[in-house]
């Protein structure tokens, strides 16, 4: 999916996906944030399939081209794109952890088909 094709994404920013895998071992009780905003399930995500799957896509800032980082250097412009981080607070072994700024995927097929590389941060 392109700026193009999706509403409400800013000139700068794409859409990466919507789905995050959950770390390996990870258990709930599960509290998700983007960009340090708690998130509520249901309303704004759902688990399935051992991923967090959410209603919207997560937006990225674009790679920056020279120019625009010339730009920025020399004070002519200033970047106001989205950058959407998420992070997830889960039990696993009987501990709380915190992983974050965790990979985005888009829709690739079944969940089972997918590679689990069950980071944490």
Do not use: C
């Not at 919507?18 to 509290?31: D, K, M, S, W, Y």
């Amino acid at each position: 999916m392109n700026a193009g094709e999706a509403k409400g994404v800013p000139e700068g920013s794409v859409a990466v996906g919507n789905r995050v895998r959950l770390p390996r071992g990870a258990e709930p009780p599960f509290t998700v944030f983007i960009n340090g905003v708690e998130q509520s399930e249901s309303d704004d995500y759902r688990i399935s399939g051992g991923e967090i799957v959410f209603r919207r896509p997560i937006l990225k800032e674009k790679k920056l081209t020279g120019v625009r980082w010339l730009s920025m250097l020399a004070g002519i412009a200033g970047t106001y794109r989205k950058h959407e981080t998420v992070a997830l607070q889960f039990t696993r072994a009987g501990k709380v952890e915190l992983a974050s700024d965790l990979p985005i995927h888009a829709d690739e097929g079944p969940p089972a088909d997918r590679h689990h590389d069950g980071r944490s941060h």
